[in-house]
T-cell receptor, first 114, second 110 residues
């Protein structure tokens, strides 16, 4: 079974620029998560989708971050405009259903904002 | 809110040494507990899990027991290998989203 796919793997941008990350979850997984992992910390949930609906986006900085999962499959996370503190690894994960079950993670996108 | 606290690293061991990484949690309800491992340049991989009190999760020689009385889920391995060098994350889910500890970096030297 194919794992969670993410692209790009690395991205370097200047502050105030915009950037987008793409994620394709494991086939059949209804739930998709985006996490932000700052160096030396554990992942922090940004947003959770159930099919194409948002379940939890309480920690998403909505003034600059947006995410969508239009057809209930792949998803895009966007940052506009980027700040220096957005430098982190952005992880996408998916699970079969809701909370309580293990999540499967993609390799992540390492973002550097200069 | 729910949270996980794990021992700070880094941890450096010699090959074949015994490993313990401590993890304690705070949660309402009855969480499921997980250990994830992150190898350099890769995403997180599930190492083991336990879904109720007294359950023992095990995989690849690693073990952890869900201790409700001490709210702990310590990771152990009897004999580590160089290939076990990675960052280990303790995590929980309950009524909220998955919460991760800060991670413990393990380096195993030959």
């Amino acid at each position: 079974e194919a794992g969670v796919a993410q692209s790009p793997r690395y991205k370097i941008i200047e502050k105030r620029q915009s950037v987008a990350f793409w994620c394709n979850p494991i086939s059949g997984h209804a739930t998709l998560y985006w996490y932000q992992q700052i160096l030396g910390q554990g992942p922090k949930l940004l947003i959770q989708f159930q099919n194409n609906g948002v379940v939890d986006d309480s920690q998403l900085p909505k003034d600059r971050f947006s995410a969508e999962r239009l057809k209930g499959v792949d998803s895009t996370l966007k940052i506009q405009p980027a700040k220096l503190e957005d430098s982190a690894v952005y992880l996408c994960a998916s699970s079969v259903w809701d909370r309580g079950l293990e999540q499967y993670f993609g390799p992540g996108t390492r973002l550097t904002v200069t | 809110g729910d949270s996980v606290t794990q021992m700070e690293g880094p941890v450096t061991l010699s090959e074949e040494a015994f490993l313990t990484i401590n993890c304690t949690y705070t949660a309402t309800g009855y969480p499921s507990l997980f250990w994830y491992v992150q190898y350099p340049g890769e995403g997180l991989q599930l190492l083991l899990k336990a879904t109720k009190a007294d359950d023992k999760g095990s995989n690849k020689g690693f073990e952890a027991t869900y201790r409700k009385e001490t709210t702990s889920f310590h990771l152990e391995k009897g004999s580590v290998q160089v290939s076990d060098s990675a960052v280990y994350f303790c995590a929980l889910t309950s009524t909220n989203d998955m919460r991760f500890g800060a991670g413990t970096r393990l380096t195993v030297k030959p």
